[in-house]
């Protein structure tokens, strides 16, 4: 990643580009519409002696909600280590030790290329499903703090990327000046330079949260029971009848839209307001 990459072209938010047509109306529409269906269906059920689909995804809501809430806590927590991970490791990339920059370099661009799903695997399946701990025996690792984990893996290298190009994109002529007034290189980087990589951060930061949360899905593969795992296991315990299908998996959408599409707007928001100049 290059200093480019930090490079915000105004034409982005030009009322022409599609994504600056989008309005909160969109969604709004959407979730009343979705919803509305779901209630209409679910009196004209009431008449009936076996639930229908939709029924029975009323039935299964709450349960369904609660996968959802661990979807979040596992993105939370997974989002704050990757980047207390991240940012040290990308400290660690922009050293002028070989002996340091190197192996920093390499970890980031290993978990950075490597498929989401096959470290989901590998952490999955190595790390055992308890420790033993000096003071507090033995721990046990329940599945869904393991996917978080791995989560975590491949955003901290990211992110590690994003602090990297980010100082690079300062120009030198500030390391010049604060050398010329006797700062050190880490009192360079702590007072000047950091700061200023913060705003430059944040749009991309959010972007790969948002990403980070739309990912935690796939711990479902593993049995984890978040909002699609619990939404399979209800359409098991209900029948598992075809038409189940299509409510479930369309209500997970539109959940995970509501929570998603509130972001990106911020995120666009935030990218109009930390634009760097070219």
Same mark, same amino acid.
């Given at each position: 990643?290059?200093?480019?990459?930090?490079?915000?072209?105004?034409?982005?938010?030009?009322?022409?580009?599609?994504?600056?047509?989008?309005?909160?109306?969109?969604?709004?529409?959407?979730?009343?519409?979705?919803?509305?269906?779901?209630?209409?269906?679910?009196?004209?059920?009431?008449?009936?002696?076996?639930?229908?689909?939709?029924?029975?995804?009323?039935?299964?809501?709450?349960?369904?909600?609660?996968?959802?809430?661990?979807?979040?806590?596992?993105?939370?927590?997974?989002?704050?280590?990757?980047?207390?991970?991240?940012?040290? @490791?990308?400290?660690?990339?922009?050293?002028?030790?070989?002996?340091? %920059?190197?192996?920093?370099?390499?970890?980031?661009?290993?978990?950075?290329?490597?498929?989401?799903?096959?470290?989901?695997?590998?952490?999955?399946?190595?790390?055992?499903?308890? +420790?033993?701990?000096?003071?507090?025996?033995?721990?046990?690792?329940?599945?869904?703090?393991?996917?978080?984990?791995?989560? %975590?893996?491949?955003?901290?290298?990211?992110?590690?990327?994003?602090?990297?190009?980010?100082?690079?994109?300062?120009?030198?002529?500030?390391?010049? %000046?604060?050398?010329?007034?006797?700062?050190?290189?880490?009192?360079?980087?702590?007072?000047?330079?950091?700061?200023?990589?913060?705003?430059?951060?944040?749009?991309?930061?959010?972007?790969?949260?948002?990403?980070?949360?739309?990912?935690?899905? +796939?711990?479902?593969? @593993?049995?984890?029971?978040?909002?699609?795992?619990?939404?399979?296991?209800? +359409?098991?315990?209900?029948?598992?009848?075809?038409?189940?299908?299509?409510?479930?998996?369309?209500?997970?959408?539109?959940?995970?839209?509501?929570?998603?599409?509130?972001?990106? @707007?911020?995120?666009?928001?935030?990218?109009?307001?930390?634009?760097?100049?070219?």
């Amino acid at each position: 990643m290059n200093d480019e990459a930090f490079r915000i072209d105004p034409r982005r938010f030009a009322v022409e580009h599609f994504s600056s047509r989008l309005h909160w109306r969109h969604g709004l529409w959407l979730a009343l519409a979705f919803f509305g269906s779901f209630v209409l269906a679910h009196a004209q059920s009431d008449t009936q002696r076996i639930p229908s689909a939709i029924g029975t995804l009323f039935i299964w809501l709450p349960f369904i909600l609660k996968g959802f809430g661990l979807n979040l806590l596992m993105s939370f927590i997974a989002m704050a280590c990757a980047t207390v991970l991240g940012v040290g @490791l990308g400290l660690l990339q922009i050293s002028h030790s070989r002996w340091v %920059s190197l192996p920093a370099w390499f970890i980031t661009h290993l978990f950075r290329n490597s498929p989401w799903l096959v470290i989901l695997f590998m952490v999955m399946f190595l790390v055992p499903f308890e +420790m033993q701990v000096p003071g507090l025996g033995i721990v046990r690792l329940p599945d869904w703090v393991k996917a978080t984990f791995a989560f %975590s893996l491949p955003v901290m290298a990211n992110i590690s990327e994003i602090l990297r190009g980010a100082v690079n994109s300062i120009p030198k002529g500030q390391w010049e %000046s604060a050398e010329s007034l006797a700062f050190t290189r880490a009192q360079t980087l702590r007072w000047i330079i950091l700061p200023q990589c913060i705003r430059r951060a944040i749009p991309p930061w959010m972007n790969w949260y948002a990403l980070l949360a739309l990912a935690t899905p +796939m711990a479902s593969v @593993l049995g984890v029971r978040e909002a699609v795992g619990n939404a399979q296991a209800a +359409m098991e315990a209900a029948g598992a009848r075809p038409e189940f299908l299509l409510p479930f998996y369309l209500f997970l959408l539109c959940l995970f839209f509501a929570y998603i599409y509130p972001i990106a @707007l911020w995120t666009r928001k935030l990218e109009r307001k930390y634009v760097v100049a070219n």
